[in-house]
């Protein structure tokens, strides 16, 4: 039979009425590779490459064929509520044929239909992983029911979940699912950008036998690549660099200098974006503010309707999903500034170009957005990059000389445009906060849980492999603590939540293992336009930039955290705080390097983005960076050039801080500001290359960095961040090659 014939009437029934002259190659491999087997499976593709449908035609098929008993019969686990919203809307276009249940379970979604959905299990239950988190501690007698007939689990964008935080949330829901119905359930994955991780893909997708994962991959060549970086230096006040090649002197001049290179690269994308539909991605939001800000102000200054708008996590849902939905149906042409919000595989329809401001931290990542565009036949990709350094001289820093956002910038192009290459996450991480969760979440669902079957729950069978017997005890003795009192052993010997722990778990943002900060909510003539966090300084009166609009602070309410606001001509984008930067990769700042020694000018810079990159390998050259692994700069400030990524370059600053150096981190390079007075720079070095530097972690204030760390001990903190954010061994290596390198 072929594909097609495989799968339900009804389900054929629905491809004829769309018209399709035949399935794609990948959804055909995925028929035959669900029909033909009992396997899990990845599916990878592009955006808009047809992965939901090469997954759900096939299951959507054999629940037809193959009618179960009650209870959600396929479940899909999707990292965005949007995301979740969107694919309800397209799977029940596909299940009006099939007379199949959709049901989408998140946070925004009535409680009426969860009701009804919970009395009446069946269908397609389509959740995100908070979601399931607090079904497992809600529901958890009826778990063995919802899943009783759950014939496969779709992960959607895989890619973004290995070994993260949340990723391991949801190895860890999986497999307690899997333990509650006594049996596998089929896994399939869904993923747009695996490069070189298709292995590691695998092993999360089914850790104990990753060699029984099949792959199908779509086919065909990539879309054509336009690309363009485009350099700014701070202080310019040309026309030129506000996009305009005249060449005359600004009437701006005396603006500050880095809302003027704002100013510049918004002029820029207001004259390339303007009338067609983009994503802007500026990094912090409080960067979405600014640049938002600015282009709605061309446009009103221009008298053109709005097309630019905000979108990030803090700007209320019916605000976002405006947004949403105009790309979407695409008969405006519309530009969304925002954060890594929509960066995942949410459907905003054919995006023309993506834009990129400040160097990204993982090429991953760069990917990802990219793919957002040239989705139809024949249209190219296309990405305008945005570099913006610091103005320098002769006397200028060398950090600042050297130009390493530029520098960055042109080597993630690279590695995606000529290495095919992406970064891998660290499989031997701890995620002891995690599992700090995942404890809590079990003893409630269960009502309490020794601790042997704790260990095997979540460790020998779950996705805490690498935490041992040892460690495991550990984490208990820390979350029993009288001054933790998250846990308490009855005299049966089970552990059970103590008060403050029943308290937390109690509380709904309990069911996140990331920190959902405390937050003011916005409010406008009684609507909700978003969030703002409570640690944010702002006062009556003042001013703010939100959701691309500028506002007056009228009230603020501190009992029932709101605050009113009224429009305003006046405006500065407020501090979120929270916003991620990611650990710069190894092979990144060795191609950083690369291009360094490279006297190859790249095609796709611009004229200011050439002399940043020649002004880089002049103060390279000069300051003999390119055989010098320490430079000095006076007898007490230094460079020492690591060449390594965040990970290792981390390590050795902070051996070098526990011994007393103040010193600042950049990419592959530590500056040293001061020396202790009882140490030079090269006494510091022989004492790390032989091991006697002191405690690592002399400043522990900063092990603390997810949700749940806070009720660790120290030595468990420390643990956790030599598993994941630090390399104890590659110090003393690194300390001995600068010296060597030094003598030599």
């Not at 405006?322 to 530009?335: M, N, Q, S, V």
């Not at 049966?492 to 308290?503: A, F, I, S, T």
């Not at 690592?696 to 903190?717: G, R, T």
């Amino acid at each position: 039979m072929s594909e097609f014939e495989l799968l339900a009437r009804p389900i054929q029934k629905w491809i004829r009425g769309k018209g399709w002259p035949a399935l794609r190659s990948i959804q055909a491999d995925a028929i035959r590779t669900l029909y033909d087997s009992n396997r899990d499976l990845i599916i990878s593709a592009g955006t808009a490459g047809g992965k939901t449908e090469a997954a759900f035609l096939p299951l959507i098929s054999q629940c037809v064929q193959e009618p179960a008993s009650p209870g959600f019969e396929l479940v899909y686990i999707g990292p965005l509520k949007a995301l979740i919203s969107d694919q309800a809307r397209r799977l029940e276009d596909i299940c009006q044929y099939a007379e199949l249940t959709v049901t989408p379970w998140h946070g925004d979604v009535s409680g009426a239909v969860k009701a009804r959905a919970k009395k009446k299990p069946q269908g397609i239950l389509l959740i995100t992983p908070e979601s399931l988190e607090a079904m497992f501690i809600l529901n958890g007698l009826q778990i063995p029911t919802f899943f009783a007939s759950t014939r496969a689990i779709v992960i959607d964008e895989l890619h973004s979940l290995l070994d993260s935080e949340r990723g391991i949330q949801m190895r860890s829901l999986i497999k307690r699912m899997e333990m509650a119905v006594g049996r596998p359930i089929r896994r399939l994955g869904l993923s747009a950008t695996l490069g070189d991780n298709k292995d590691l893909a695998k092993r999360y997708l089914r850790p104990n036998d990753p060699a029984t994962v099949e792959l199908v991959e779509g086919s065909g060549g990539a879309p054509e690549l336009k690309l363009q970086l485009r350099g700014y230096i701070k202080g310019d006040i040309t026309l030129e660099a506000f996009g305009d090649s005249e060449g005359t002197e600004s009437e701006d001049a005396a603006v500050n200098l880095d809302e003027a290179a704002a100013r510049a690269v918004a002029s820029h994308m207001f004259s390339k974006l303007r009338g067609s539909r983009n994503l802007i991605f500026a990094g912090a939001r409080n960067r979405v503010e600014l640049y938002a800000d600015l282009l709605r102000l061309r446009c009103e200054e221009e008298n053109l309707p709005q097309e630019f708008y905000a979108h990030h996590a803090n700007i209320s849902r019916h605000e976002r999903s405006f947004i949403e939905d105009r790309l979407c149906k695409g008969d405006l042409p519309t530009t969304a500034v925002c954060t890594s919000t929509l960066e995942l595989g949410i459907d905003i329809g054919d995006i023309t170009c993506v834009a990129q401001i400040g160097a990204p931290f993982t090429v991953s990542s760069m990917v990802q957005r990219l793919g957002r565009s040239g989705r139809r036949p024949g249209q190219p990709q296309i990405l305008r990059q945005y570099a913006i350094e610091n103005r320098v001289d002769a006397v200028s820093h060398l950090i600042d000389r050297l130009r390493l956002d530029t520098i960055r910038a042109i080597a993630m192009i690279e590695l995606h445009v000529k290495d095919r290459w992406c970064e891998s996450p660290l499989p031997q991480a701890l995620h002891l906060s995690t599992l700090v969760h995942q404890l809590l979440s079990v003893i409630a669902e269960r009502g309490g849980s020794s601790a042997k079957r704790l260990y095997i729950t979540l460790c020998e069978k779950g996705p805490f492999t690498e935490v041992t017997p040892a460690i495991f005890t550990q984490v208990l003795r820390a979350l029993g603590r009288e001054e933790t009192g998250l846990i308490e052993q009855s005299d049966n010997d089970l552990l059970l939540l103590g008060p403050k722990g029943e308290k937390l778990v109690e509380h709904y943002s309990f069911y996140a293992v990331f920190k959902t900060p405390e937050e003011y909510r916005l409010l406008h003539e009684g609507k909700e336009i978003g969030t703002l966090p409570i640690s944010t300084v702002i006062t009556k009166g003042s001013t703010i930039i939100f959701s691309g609009r500028r506002w007056e602070i009228l009230e603020l309410d501190s009992i029932s955290n709101t605050i009113l606001i009224k429009p305003s001509k006046a405006g500065k984008a407020p501090k979120f705080g929270g916003d991620g930067l990611g650990l710069i990769d190894d092979r990144v700042v060795s191609k950083m390097l690369d291009i360094l020694h490279s006297n190859d000018v790249p095609i796709y810079l611009d004229r200011v983005a050439k002399q940043l990159l020649q002004e880089a390998r002049q103060a390279f050259s000069e300051s003999k960076l390119d055989s010098n692994k320490l430079l000095s700069l006076s007898p007490k400030a230094h460079i020492l050039s690591t060449w390594r990524g965040d990970i290792k370059t981390n390590s050795l600053a902070l051996a070098l801080q526990s011994l007393g150096f103040k010193l600042a981190i950049y990419d592959g390079l530590i500056e040293i500001t001061d020396c202790p007075e009882e140490m030079n720079i090269f006494e510091g070095l022989e004492a790390i290359a032989e091991g006697r530097h002191t405690n690592l972690f002399a400043d522990s204030s900063n092990l603390v960095s997810e949700k749940f760390h806070p009720y660790l001990s120290v030595e468990l903190l420390q643990l956790d961040a030599l598993s994941c954010r630090l390399d104890q061994t590659c110090i003393a290596p690194l300390a001995q090659e600068i010296l060597e390198q030094e003598d030599s």
